[in-house]
Antibody, heavy 119, light 106 residues
């Protein structure tokens, strides 16, 4: 069965960086991409960007350009999302989701990783 | 930029039909996906490509999309359907979510 298992909760100070991992299993990792979606406390879903696990191509939300980097390690079927220069409004649950590309749906999601940014 | 508009809340009695709308300019020309999210849980895909259901999703969940409005319909609503629901489309090389609708089962 398809599973996406994310790394544990993080607490970071403003200005620091965080790197969240998402380990995939149950399917051919390089046949799909991974989208990252975040959700601030009490708020809706915000798409952060997408990475192809096949060739590493990325597509980031304009709002996060320059602060976010998404990568994959095909040897371990793991995707990573690094967010730099953290601010308090980056406090959110971060999800990875399997996403083929374009207008395909996100049909499998990780369990979420809470990132808290606080001084 | 493209905007998806959902009502913040919808209330329905058990056994009745709930309709959750998602408005967007000519959204009928796009593929719309719907997600259900219960408190403390990750979103779950309940309808994709306007009206298709993933395996394991009850037939009570259906979708339609035409003109400027896409609609998620939940028939014979149960207490367990109480959740937040989000629509999602692809536009200008980005995924976009609606603001979400809280479904309350009375």
């Amino acid at each position: 069965q398809v599973q996406l298992v994310q790394s544990g909760a993080e607490v970071k100070k403003p200005g620091a960086s965080v790197k969240v991992s998402c380990k995939a299993s149950g399917y051919t990792f390089t046949s799909y991409g991974i989208s990252w979606v975040r959700q601030a406390p009490g708020q809706g879903l915000e798409w952060m960007g997408w990475i192809s696990a096949y060739n590493g191509n990325t597509n980031y939300a304009q709002k996060l350009q320059g602060r976010v980097t998404m990568t994959t390690d095909t040897s371990t079927s793991t995707a990573y999302m690094e967010l730099r220069s953290l601010r308090s409004d980056d406090t959110a649950v971060y999800y990875c989701a399997r996403d083929r590309t374009g207008d395909a749906p996100m049909n499998y999601w990780g369990q979420g990783t809470l990132v808290t940014v606080s001084s | 930029s493209y905007v998806l508009t959902q009502p913040p809340s919808v209330s329905v009695a058990p056994g009745k039909t709930a309709r959750i709308t998602c408005g967007g300019n000519n959204i009928g020309s796009k593929s719309v996906h719907w997600y259900q999210q219960k408190p403390g849980q990750a979103p779950v895909l309940v309808v994709y490509d306007d009206s298709d259901r993933p395996s394991g999703i009850p037939e009570r969940f259906s979708g339609s999309n035409s003109g400027n409005t896409a609609t998620l319909t939940i028939s014979r609503v149960e207490a367990g359907d109480e959740a937040d629901y989000y629509c999602q489309v692809w536009d200008s090389s980005s995924d976009l979510f609606g603001g979400g609708t809280k479904l309350t089962v009375l």
